[in-house]
């Protein structure tokens, strides 16, 4: 698979030439200063895919290309942003950038409770506690019957909480750090985070999973033309953690609700971003078959791995551990498109990131560490196929 890196343009601290020197092939970027809905002009494009281009590199991945948030629960201005969509994925086919990435989860991306969780070893990784994210669902953002999505033994640990959290903290990593670097509806420039928050959710009052869905299949249905026309991979990231929360429906958190998404629009231009990591994250979810089943259909992978923990926690576990078995999943990815684009994700901070102000989960040495380990579990795959071993 092409090696790939998530890039944040021309003002991240990691430089295109660090990624040149660590083995990085395919760039994984997106146009941060547009603002979401509105159309990628065509010379914008142009001028950073060329800067890409001039360190030897390519823009192999958008990631992603927002979706507003009213073509998910269907605003009045629904067909105007999907029109601009549309002509954003034109101009990213005529400068030949063909893979497209996005999300349809509604308010908020990712989530983690703890951006710094320390492992025995000095590194620190991204973690998810339930009971602390149900301590801001309840205690902070104050949502109207929060409770009753919660067992009574998750209650239990929000009230021993109570007086023994920082509460600043919890808004930042749940809906700010997390967010804003990725296109994100809450930004750190934001005087009130959680009424902001607020007003964001009582869009989807009333709008059910069935109800996302539809919305989902209506904004396929129409961009589908315009991916046919370029050959554009347009691939749905799944929803991480892969499960209802904050009283939204998520809509790509298992086998079944994949497979509903690609049979309900059937065209090999509606595809699969293939992250283990936020599958791995569901208990409910065996990584491995579901790669095998929608291998075909997936454009983009992103490797990574978690451990669920008992109480509803979970953890990013190193790329060589966790549920996922990345070994095994580059084998089934290599023998149906080793050209797919692949990037590592979400690696531990280690040796001074911590220090460097990276966006949460995107230091460099410990994804760097990542890339080469996974650099070596495609070397030895690549390795197997060509002695016909598997």
Request: with cysteine.
């Amino acid at each position: 698979m092409e090696k790939t890196w998530r890039w944040f343009g021309p003002k991240d601290k990691i430089t295109l030439p660090m990624l040149r020197q660590i083995g990085v092939e395919g760039i994984v970027t997106s146009l941060y200063d547009i603002p979401n809905g509105a159309v990628w002009p065509l010379e914008a494009i142009r001028s950073l895919q060329k800067y890409i281009e001039e360190y030897g590199l390519r823009w192999s991945v958008v990631e992603s290309l927002p979706v507003a948030e009213s073509i998910k629960y269907n605003g009045s201005d629904r067909d105007q942003l999907i029109s601009n969509y549309i002509e954003s994925l034109a101009h990213l086919g005529e400068c030949g950038v063909r893979t497209v990435c996005y999300n349809f989860m509604p308010v908020i991306d990712w989530i983690r409770t703890d951006l710094e969780h320390p492992w025995p070893d000095g590194t620190t990784s991204l973690y998810f506690d339930l009971a602390e994210f149900a301590y801001f669902d309840i205690r902070i953002l104050r949502r109207k019957g929060a409770e009753a999505d919660y067992d009574a033994g998750v209650l239990q640990r929000v009230d021993a909480l109570a007086g023994h959290v920082d509460e600043q903290k919890l808004i930042e990593n749940i809906i700010v750090k997390t967010q804003g670097f990725v296109s994100g509806n809450i930004t750190e420039e934001d005087k009130d985070p959680v009424g902001l928050f607020r007003q964001l959710l009582s869009l989807y009052e009333g709008v059910s999973k069935e109800d996302l869905r539809q919305n989902l299949k209506y904004f396929l249905s129409a961009v589908m033309p315009v991916c046919e026309k370029y050959g554009i991979g347009l691939c749905v990231h799944p929803d991480d953690p892969p499960r209802p929360v904050l009283g939204l429906p998520r809509i790509v958190t298992s086998a079944e609700d994949i497979d509903w998404m690609l049979k309900a629009v059937d065209n090999p231009h509606n595809g699969l971003t293939f992250c283990a990591g936020s599958l791995s994250a569901g208990a409910q979810n065996d990584v491995v078959a579901m790669a095998r089943k929608f291998a075909s259909r997936t454009h983009f992978v992103h490797l990574r791995s978690c451990d669920v923990l008992p109480g509803g926690n979970f953890i990013e576990a190193p790329h060589t551990a966790g549920r996922a078995d990345l070994v095994e999943l580059i084998r089934i990815f290599e023998k149906q498109n080793p050209a797919l684009p692949m990037r590592v994700d979400h690696g531990r901070n280690l040796l001074g990131d911590e220090k460097m102000g990276y966006n949460a989960g995107y230091g460099f040495h410990g994804r760097m560490l990542a890339l080469g380990q996974v650099d070596g579990m495609m070397a030895a795959v690549r390795n197997e196929l060509k002695n016909n071993m598997i």
